[in-house]
């Protein structure tokens, strides 16, 4: 991402954000190994149950259907006043941190995390008990500067 293309992120009057789906490529690679073994087997003079390749590739479609709900479950917003965090498929929970009550965040990421560039984030509000955990979300590190520099426009603390 280049500096105008930074900028013009940073910008926005708010961000909205879910979970990234790099949390489940061990899921995806699992998928693909198996449908690679299918394909080998079918491709070979060995014989394979009709079943099971039935099987692997609804267990592979229930997989990512899985991932895709559980992704839309929790979605997280920084607008100009508050850090929102959205959760629940139906019945929708909300959960508003005025910028006042933020002291600080921290990015947290693992090597794994680190190498595809996703993470989690704790909000904190003036105490290391009461925090709001932003998780696996792309540009941990992108949103945390887009969630300073809103508090900063709103008056909040300097950096």
């Not at 949390?23 to 699992?30: A, E, R, S, V």
């Not at 099987?55 to 895709?68: D, K, N, P, Q, Y």
């Not at 009550?101 to 984030?121: H, L, P, T």
């Amino acid at each position: 991402m280049d500096k105008k293309e930074k900028e013009a992120w940073l910008n926005q009057p708010k961000l909205q954000v879910r979970g990234s789906r790099k949390i489940y490529l061990i899921i995806y690679l699992m998928i693909i190994i198996l449908i690679t073994a299918v394909i080998v087997i079918e491709t070979s003079d060995k014989p394979l149950n009709k079943n099971a390749t039935k099987l692997v590739f609804i267990f592979s479609i229930i997989c990512i259907v899985a991932t895709e709900i559980h992704r839309f479950g929790h979605s997280y917003e920084v607008t100009n006043t508050a850090l929102i965090h959205k959760k629940g498929y139906f019945s929708t929970n909300y959960k508003r941190v005025e910028f006042g009550a933020i002291s600080d965040s921290e990015v947290i990421q693992n090597i794994w995390q680190r190498i595809f560039s996703y993470g989690d984030i704790e909000v904190h509000m003036y105490s290391k008990v009461n925090v709001e955990v932003v998780k696996g979300i792309n540009r941990p590190d992108e949103f945390v500067d887009f969630l300073e520099n809103k508090i900063e426009a709103h008056g909040g603390r300097k950096r």
